[in-house]
């Protein structure tokens, strides 16, 4: 994985900004902390940032052959398969995927993109034909920026680095601002937040040339009839599944794994070891928990029971080397601008500052994970996709509260923006967006719906969060269940078979059922771990204080002051977003949208 940024004119002398693409490589170091490059030309540069994964001195980049040059980030999951197939035409010089990107962009031009398995963002220049071609993976797990001056087309992995560019406004307008108080920690797909930036979407590509900026979608989820059985559904996700995380073990560094002792996690884990265990390896196994939690938890609704029986049982069971990270308080909470810092906006509090504080302390012991998002979205795991109430919710499940979130924007804003239409409007646009079938049953209708809603919302918030936070550390991340085919299959897949025994992620538990225990099997769900101690509302209470106190804040600029007094005295307790922030986040989510917009200098206008 890597960090990759750029900038093209066909008006301009690319030549000129050296000074410029040194800043936004440096902004890019964390991603890739191995090696570094710059492309030069008189229409393009591009720069790079390498994590070594994979063919460590052959995958060097930019990567050059002819008139092409490359910059990408990313892991593909079938290189073998493509180096095979274009190896009837192209002589290979590294075991890189790199190469495999290049030369299939060279053998097949865009359409290269529906042949690869993997997570991508990468651009290709074509020195002859004037043009550089951009793309990103079908889900959406790579990120890719960008910025369009008119002349100019300037690019990058992230929005730090893009920042970096002077042409850059550092400000918000109306969107920007209801994004950061309607909608955040999601995210409008293909909506930057800054005035003007936007990000290439999931499952898009396209051309940049003189004529301007060309996109399309090569990617969607497509409804058909599933004429399977149950059984036989059963053994296809089985194969789809062992294949996706056997696919992802490939690596020139040592391998590891989360684990929380839920399902998923557990499931990666069960068919990771085994294959190490071939290989005459032991697999390290990390968890993450928080200072006094014994102490503190309280089982709910969301959150029945505590991990710590359930990563026992499998460290156990696999003959795993784990490690168990533990979080105190005070230093999650000096952790929040950190988190800005990697994910590049206010996000999701203390859920995200404990996943960067759990990956800086994996990248003590290696250099590749695998961790188990996206399988709650694709297999239909939350609860809004179960309760029926929920799910028949004209709105968006995890975030009823427009009108609590509408209190805190100011007044100019305010005046600007229609809440709840701008709320809904995006919520309705997804959900019509879903494809269905005349044939779909009302349930299944509405399945799809939700499907496409998590997609496109709930889901790329958790893959952005994970990106950013690893990334932040030289950690990659990978994402078994992220992988298309098995979102293709269970897009299409009746919840009857879903919700096989009225349980939550029934199909793919019955699916896996001999890569678990059976304490773990039938564990129910429970969400990524979060501190329950009083002591962390504490500390992000008296922090927002003091920033309000200090006076002439930027957040006051866009965030009422009195709603923030409100919060501060603790009268309401909304969750800003479903169960993972509450209270003590909200208060948390406003210290990091201060840091955001005094730390990058963003100015509302």
Not at 22 to 37: A, I, T, V
Not at 48 to 67: E, W, Y
Not at 333 to 349: Q, S, Y
Not at 383 to 407: C, E, H, L, N, V
């Amino acid at each position: 994985m890597c960090g990759i940024a750029g900038a093209i004119s066909f008006m301009e002398d690319m030549r000129d900004d050296m000074k410029v693409y040194e800043k936004m490589q440096r902004s890019l170091l964390r991603r890739g902390p191995d090696q570094r490059g710059v492309f030069l030309s008189r229409e393009a540069a591009l720069i790079h940032t390498r994590l070594a994964v994979i063919d460590i001195n052959g995958g060097r980049q930019p990567m050059s052959l002819g008139k092409y040059t490359i910059v990408y980030n990313g892991e593909l999951y079938n290189t073998d398969e493509l180096r095979q197939e274009l190896s009837h035409s192209h002589d290979f010089r590294t075991r890189s995927d790199t190469e495999v990107v290049l030369k299939s962009y060279i053998e097949w031009g865009e359409a290269c993109v529906e042949r690869f398995n993997g997570i991508f963002a990468f651009a290709v220049y074509d020195e002859e034909a004037h043009r550089v071609f951009l793309a990103r993976d079908r889900i959406g797990v790579k990120p890719l920026f960008y910025y369009d001056t008119g002349n100019k087309l300037i690019f990058a992995s992230e929005l730090p680095a893009l920042l970096e560019h002077p042409d850059i406004p550092h400000e918000i307008d109306a969107q920007g601002a209801a994004e950061l108080v309607l909608m955040a920690p999601g995210r409008t797909m293909g909506c930057g937040v800054i005035r003007g930036v936007k990000e290439l979407k999931a499952g898009w590509c396209g051309h940049y040339s003189a004529e301007g900026l060309r996109l399309r979608q090569y990617w969607r989820l497509h409804a058909y009839e599933l004429h399977e059985s149950f059984e036989q559904t059963t053994e296809h996700v089985r194969q789809l599944v062992t294949d996706s995380i056997k696919r992802q073990l490939v690596s020139d560094v040592p391998v590891c794994t989360f684990l929380s002792g839920g399902l998923d996690s557990s499931i990666i884990s069960s068919v990771t070891a085994a294959e190490l265990k071939k290989q005459g390896r032991q697999l390290s196994t990390f968890s993450v928990d928080y200072k006094n939690n014994d102490r503190y938890f309280r089982s709910s609704r969301f959150q029945p029971d505590s991990d710590n029986e359930y990563i026992a049982c499998m460290a156990e069971y696999l003959g795993t080397d784990h490690h168990n990270c533990v979080i105190g308080s005070h230093e999650l909470a000096a952790a929040l601008g950190e988190a800005v810092e990697a994910r590049g906006l206010p996000g999701m509090a203390d859920v995200d500052a404990s996943m960067l504080l759990f990956c800086r302390e994996i990248k003590k012991y290696g250099t590749v994970a695998l961790s188990g998002e996206c399988a709650d979205e694709i297999f239909g795991g939350y609860p809004w996709y179960r309760d029926k109430d929920i799910r028949m919710t004209d709105g968006f499940p995890w975030a009823q509260s427009t009108a609590y979130r509408s209190r805190f924007l100011c007044d100019e804003y305010a005046g600007q923006i229609n809440a709840a239409d701008y709320v809904y409007s995006a919520y309705r646009k997804t959900a019509d967006y879903a494809e269905k079938l005349s044939s779909d049953s009302p349930l299944e209708y509405r399945m799809r719906e939700m499907t496409q809603l998590n997609f496109d919302w709930f889901m790329q918030n958790l893959l952005d969060r994970k990106d950013r936070m690893s990334m932040y550390s030289g950690l990659e991340v990978r994402v078994p269940f992220c992988d298309y085919r098995i979102a293709e299959y269970l897009y299409n897949v009746p919840w009857e078979y879903k919700d096989y025994m009225g349980r939550e992620k029934g199909l793919l538990r019955e699916a896996m059922k001999e890569w678990l225990p059976e304490k773990v099997l039938w564990r129910k769900k429970s969400p990524y771990p979060k501190t329950h101690d009083p002591l962390f509302l504490a500390e992000v209470t008296a922090e927002l204080r003091k920033i309000l106190d200090e006076g002439g804040s930027r957040l006051t600029q866009l965030v009422k002051r009195e709603e923030l007094e409100r919060l501060l005295r603790h009268e309401d307790n909304v969750q800003w977003y479903g169960q993972l922030m509450n209270l003590p986040q909200t208060i948390a989510y406003f210290i990091q949208l201060n840091y955001w917009l005094e730390r990058f200098d963003i100015r509302p206008v």
